[in-house]
């Protein structure tokens, strides 16, 4: 660790999970809670075999998302799209974290898809109708939260074999896919982290909606907390 940086467990927060609620009652500093999320968030543009993407049942997300990874397809960065996600994630109506406060002010951008399909079905479909060939989709809809998303890519893969990945999500997320995937996986595979965009929860945009700053609150904590539970890898913020 170089010196001056903090690993994620010894961020100075508490971290406080309410069970009952199933949300963090704390408030972070949104700096901080900014450099915990989106530091060093890096897509170093290079070539890869496969693309994980991160499924959501979030609408705006799960379009972004698989938009972003079939552009990724067609320009050649990618060969294989794997497409991960079930139906009972964190997402889901029945476990969606969200306050209902908050779903009703941002409505649209709140929405969550509910057709009885998994999340990997789901964006499957969308990669098919945009000419994506099925020989080139690879489907995990059993994995209910990333760190099944990254644990049950044996079942459909051979890990092993791999030195690099390019992980597609929102860019609230691509951290903790990072910090699951250095957990779970082989050390020695190289990452590139590929953000796909909503115009919502980004950097520079979350804190223009209830939505945004909820969501980078609860990333930060759910990191932190993770971290201390050695669940994750415990990154280094700088």
Request: charged share 25%; proline share 2%; net charge neutral.
């Amino acid at each position: 660790m170089n010196e001056g940086n903090m690993l994620l467990s010894e961020v100075p927060i508490e971290a406080k999970w309410n069970e009952k609620t199933r949300l963090y009652e704390n408030n972070i500093d949104s700096s901080l809670a900014e450099k915990i999320v989106f530091q060093n968030i890096i897509d170093e543009e290079q070539i890869y075999f496969y693309g994980i993407v991160f499924g959501t049942s979030r609408k705006i997300e799960m379009i972004a998302r698989i938009q972003k990874a079939i552009h990724l397809y067609k320009m050649g960065r990618i060969k294989k799209l794997i497409l991960t996600g079930g139906k009972s994630g964190i997402s889901s109506k029945k476990k969606n974290q969200t306050p209902d406060k908050i779903v009703k002010e941002n409505n649209e951008i709140s929405y969550l898809i509910q057709d009885g399909k998994s999340e990997a079905e789901r964006m499957k479909k969308i990669a098919l109708s945009d000419n994506v060939p099925i020989t080139d989709i690879i489907v995990n809809d059993y994995s209910n939260d990333t760190i099944e998303n990254i644990k049950y890519l044996k079942d459909v893969i051979e890990v092993e074999k791999i030195t690099n990945l390019v992980l597609i999500s929102s860019a609230y997320h691509l951290k903790r896919c990072l910090a699951v995937a250095k957990m779970y996986l082989s050390k020695q595979i190289h990452y590139d982290l590929v953000i796909a965009p909503t115009g919502y929860f980004e950097l520079d945009n979350y804190q223009n909606t209830s939505l945004g700053i909820q969501l980078i609150q609860f990333e930060a904590n759910h990191l932190v907390n993770l971290a201390r539970k050695k669940v994750i890898e415990d990154l280094e913020i700088e």
